[in-house]
Structure formats: C-alpha cells, structure tokens
C-alpha cells in the first residue's frame, strides 16, 4: 500500500521524529517472502532486503528536492526486485500444487504447452517496450553478472571469459537483446544435438556474488536463495500435470515446447527487422488451478463491508485499525496472521495516545507509540478500546474468514486486555441540581432562547427533552423523521427504527445498510435488533407544544424532523455531540461520568419507581434477559408481533416524572422553535 505522503511520491514519508525522508512500502504477503536483494544507494553504504513484508530505507536527509532523486533511485530497484519476486511467487505455487499424476499427453495438450512457450517469448519482447525497466529472468541475471565484473567482485573464469563480448556500459535493450540471443542459442543447440537437458535442469535464483568457501583464494560464487524446477517441469507445474521422467511423451512436449521457442525467437527477429507480428492469445492451462486462496486483510475487509453493511463510522474504524495491522506486519492472507503478532499489535496500541494529533499522521504505529510514551501524562487508549476496536478489528475478519474458508481458529481469541475496575468511566444520571440549571438557567430554555448555529436549533431544545422523558440515546433522537411521529388509539409514539423499516408490520428489520441516492438524506441506524420499538409520546412534551412542533415540520414539508442537523460519516448527531458536550460542561455539569447518555439513566431511574422491569425492556431497546419476570430470552418469540399493546406501554411510561422539577414555563419557550 502506497503509505499517505505529502510530496505525491508513492511510498516517500517522512519520519517527523528523525527529521528526515524515508522510502516506506508495504509489500503484498504473497510475494514479500520473495523479494530479496541488494539495495544500492549512492549517497551511503548498500541496503538488502530480505524478505520482510515491509521496506523501510532512510533517505537520510530532510530536503524533499534530495529525497526526491534518492527515492527515484530506489524505487526503480524495488520495482525490479518486485517484479523478480512475483515470477518467482508464481512458480512457487505452481510448484507446490497438487498436480494431477498422467501417463501420455494429447496432441492438443502438447500444443497448448507449446503455445504458452511462443507466447511468453513474444510477450517478454512486449514489455521491454512497454516497461522500460523490463527485463527477464535471463536478463536480470545478465544484468547482474556485469555490474559484478565492473566492482571486480567476479573472478569465475568461465564466466568471465563468456561477459568478454559485452561492454561495460550495456543499455537495458542491448541487456534485453543479449539474454534472448543467449536464450535462442541454448535452444538452437538443444535441437541440434537432441538433448533436452537444459530445458529440464533445475536452475537457481541468485542473490548476490560471495566468496566461494571451498575454492581457491579470490574464488567467488552465487549465493542462492531459490532454487526453482526446469523450464518444463515448471510449464507442467503451471498446467497441473505431472509426467514421469525420461518418458517418451515427455521427450515429445520438450520438442514441441523447443520448436515453439525457436518460432518465438524469430517472430521477435523478424519484429526487429520491421515486420508487424502480433503476439497470440496465451492459451488457458490444461488443469487451471482451483485453489480458493484466503484473502488478505483487505481483501476480508470488503467481504465484510458487502456481508455485513456496516454503517461508514464502522467501516472507517475497521479500516483505521487493520491499516495499523498492516503496517507492522503486511497484509497478510487472513489464514497467516500469528498470535505472536496479534500480541505485539494489541501491545504496540496500549501505548497509543487517546487523542491522536494531526501531527503523528503518516507516522508508523511504532513511532506514535514511542511518541506517546515519552509523554506520560498523556492519557492512553483504554483497554476496552484495544480489546474493542484494535483486536475486535482483526478478530472480526478472522472470524469471517473462518466462516468463509472453514479455518481452524483465530488468533485473537483470549488475548483481550485484562479490564480493571478503573477502567471503565461510570455513566451517572443528572441530578435534580443538574436538570435545573439546564431546563431553567441555559440559554436554550431562557425567554428568548439563544442558540448556536453548532446546536442545531429546535434540535437544542428538544433532543435533551427527548432522551429525558423517553429514555431515546442520542443518535436516535437525532435521526427521527417526521414519519416516525405515530398514533395509534388515540396515543402518539415515537416509531424508533431504521429507514429500511418502511413498514411496521416486516421489512429488513435490523437493516444497518447504506441508502444511496435521495435515501441517503434519510439514512438512519440502529444500535441493536433490539433497538427498534415503539415508544409512546410523555405527556409533558405534549404539554410542551411538541406534536405542533411536529405538525409544522409536516406543513412545512420538511421529512426529517430536525433537517439543521447534518450526516458526518453516517451519524446525525456526530457534530452536534460536540455542541453538547460543550454546553452540557459550562452550563450544567463538567463531571466526565456525566454525558448525554446521562439521560437515558435518568430515565430508567424514574422508571424503577413502579414500571415492570419487561416494560422498561421494552421502552428502552435492550434485548430481553434471562431472568426478567421469570421469561428467559426467547430471540424467535421476540422476533415476531409487535411486542406490548401501545396503550399498556403508555400506561407504564407516564409513570414516570422528576418532582420538583417543573417544566410548565418552557411551553412559551418552545414556540420559538419552527
């Protein structure tokens, strides 16, 4: 993944700790393993890669015009590793298929074979046109071979006496050009004298030249890091097929697949000389491989998003902390992720800060935590954060996965931090004092009231009274829409519920998904199944004024109930919170156990002073619990009907009231609000 930057270099970061540039690049898991090799950089000593699934090179200076022509002489070589490693990715698993045991070859199947050989021929001459970096196997090993001969770090006789024709200053075409003359003259003389060795050989990928331990002084070799199959058994690997050796049928496919080559070979003469030669379709292999390869994180994490239609908050959170993931340890398949990096990731985030400032963005998860520790006042994201989000992340694409692609386990399970009484922040409701300095001393509810343009008008004075006298949480009361304003027998309800609920009676109950076009101005979201209810109207918003409140909004035309507030990321009350927090800490009260959701406390509070506990269920929107009135939870009972008659949950909600707190006075106050 190209990591955020500043300068519109892919992969050039800057590491605000060190005060300089860095080239920082996540590689794909696949072939990360295979990317191996030297690193040369002109300005200090050479850098190798060894199969990490991260690159991180220091650039070593703070200048971006400097950083910018050292990234361009990196890049290039990391690209040119990249492209080595993802041939030798693919033939790696090609390698390790199941491969289907045959005793004879039709002669359409030998042509097939015979077909890809000409093909890639043609198509390596494409690229090099294409890509000016291109170079083959063959190429890139001629390639390397030369550069050795000019640092004098070659010293093999043979090889030495074989790079006499090439010149020191070789272009990367005349590099190109040598390796499909030496490739065409290997081919030729295998034809020649009928000997299919070298096609069935077993070639090594070399890494670098070291000196070689049992030859004599200055001797040198390569050191290899891969050896890889023949040029045939690999072509038999890539079609799923496995011959017997020394075979007759074999002999034939190593005839075939050396003529198609010699054809290739002059059809990319012949384009040299001018002729327009298109290269053919590559023909499918015989047996396609059939694996189903798990996804990566990313990848499970768009299987997630369309499984599951998550709201966007929950997207963008999932998203945050598996990047974080990724970043440390790659994008790994979903079936390769260890506990011991599960355990370092889940470490690494209990050192995070709660509040992460713009000026750690494009910083590794390892330096905002170094970061954070050298302040330690600085208050640290909360276990249940860590277990929730951080671990809760990874764990929940895992366990997809799991689903999905029937893995044994998941390596989060059991690692969650441990949480102390301490940590978690009691909600408490408001009291009497509290409610008082709100409803009879704030701006909101003086005569004339004063509002910001944050608190969203008619949205200030109501959603409080809301969450007061129905017990609604916050986003709820928010999302209402004109429509949701009911009656039935004469009572008037809330019908709390998502947008995809367009009917009562069924529908997508519990739909969290995303509306499109028009929809989205109406997109709506549920905590919980349980969540969706039907809520009677309190008396004292009525004596309020708050059904005329309501009938305006209808005259009006307006389909959301507050239309002043706006959708962040899914959520209507995301910046209006905000708003309140502020207000809620200079005008009723600062203590951090009391925030909106305080209350909703207070609601159940009240109720408790007569309300049966499966009604308070009920009126609130938590699931029923084992043991309420003696009924167990039953999700499929509960499922069905709509649940207790309106005028039995009226009956039970105006039971509820705060003495000596009268609201009698904000009746005046509220017609101000159109």
Partial sequence: MARKTSSGLRFLVFRKDAGKYAYWRVLDAAIAPFVRGEIRRSWAAASRLSGKPIVKLSLQTGDLATAGDRWSEVHAQVEALIRDATRTAKRDREAKRT????????????????????????????????????????????????????????????????????????????????????DARTNA??????????????????????????????????????????ELTQRLNENGVELPEDSDVRRALALAVLRAKEAGHKDVAAREAGESIETPPRTAPINAADDDPVPTLRGMHKLWIDRNHPGQKAIDDNRLYIERFIVMHGDLPADKIKRKQVRAYRDLLAKFPRAQPHELDGMTPEDIAAWAEARPDLPKLTPM?????????????????????????????????????????????????????LFLESPTYRNPPKVSAAGGGAAAFWIPLIGLFEGARLEEAGQLLVEDV?????????????????????????????????????????????????????????????????????????????????????????????????????????????????????????????????????????????????????????????????????????????????????????????
């Fill in 486 to 674: 009911k009656i039935e027998g004469g009572i008037p309800y809330f019908y709390i519920t998502t947008i995809d609920d367009v009917d009562e009676n069924g529908g997508n109950s519990g739909s969290r998904k995303q509306a499109k076009g028009p929809r989205a101005a109406l997109e709506k979201t549920l905590k919980s199944l349980a969540s969706k209810r039907r809520v009677p109207i309190h008396r004292v918003l009525i004596e309020l004024g708050f059904l005329d409140f309501v009938a305006r909004r209808r005259a009006a035309g307006d389909r959301r109930l507050f239309p002043e507030l706006k959708s962040y990321r899914g959520r209507w009350t995301k910046n209006w919170s905000r708003w309140w927090a502020r207000y809620q800490d200079k005008y009723v009260s600062d203590a951090p156990e009391k925030v909106f959701h305080s209350f909703r406390n207070t609601f159940i509070d009240a109720m408790r002073a007569g309300v049966p506990l499966e009604i308070q269920i009920a009126l609130v929107g938590h699931a029923a619990a084992e043991g309420a009135k003696g009924r167990a939870k039953n999700d499929t009972i509960d499922r069905y009907g709509r649940g207790y008659p309106i005028a039995v949950l009226n009956e039970e909600l105006q039971k509820v009231a705060y003495d000596d707190l009268d609201l009698s006075h904000l009746a005046a106050i509220a017609k101000f609000f159109d």
């Fill in 99 to 182: 491969l289907e045991e045959v005793r004879t070859l039709s002669s359409e199947q030998i042509a097939t074979i015979a077909g890809q050989a000409r093909h890639d021929i043609l198509a390596d001459h494409d690229a090099g046109w294409t890509d000016p970096d291109h170079l083959s196997a063959t190429a890139r090993g001629l390639q390397r071979a030369l550069q050795a001969r000019r640092e004098h770090k070659l010293r093999i006789p043979w090889m030495l006496e074989f790079l006499r024709s090439f010149p020191d200053d070789l272009s990367l075409d005349g590099v190109r050009a040598a390796a499909r003359e030496m």
């Fill in 189 to 230: 003389d295998m034809l020649e004298t009928k000997s299919t060795l070298p096609l069935d050989r077993p070639t090594a990928v070399v890494e670098e030249l070291i000196a070689d331990p049992n030859g004599p002084p200055g001797a040198m070799m390569w050191k290899p890091f891969a050896e890889l199959p023949g």
């Fill in 385 to 437: 954060t860590v277990n929730a989000k951080g671990l809760g992340a990874i764990s929940t694409l895992i366990d997809l996965a799991i689903k999905e692609y029937d893995l044994e386990g998941n390596p989060c399970t059991g690692l969650q931090l441990p949480i102390e009484s301490g940590d978690r922040t009691k909600r408490m409701p408001f009291s009497l004092t509290d409610l008082k300095r």
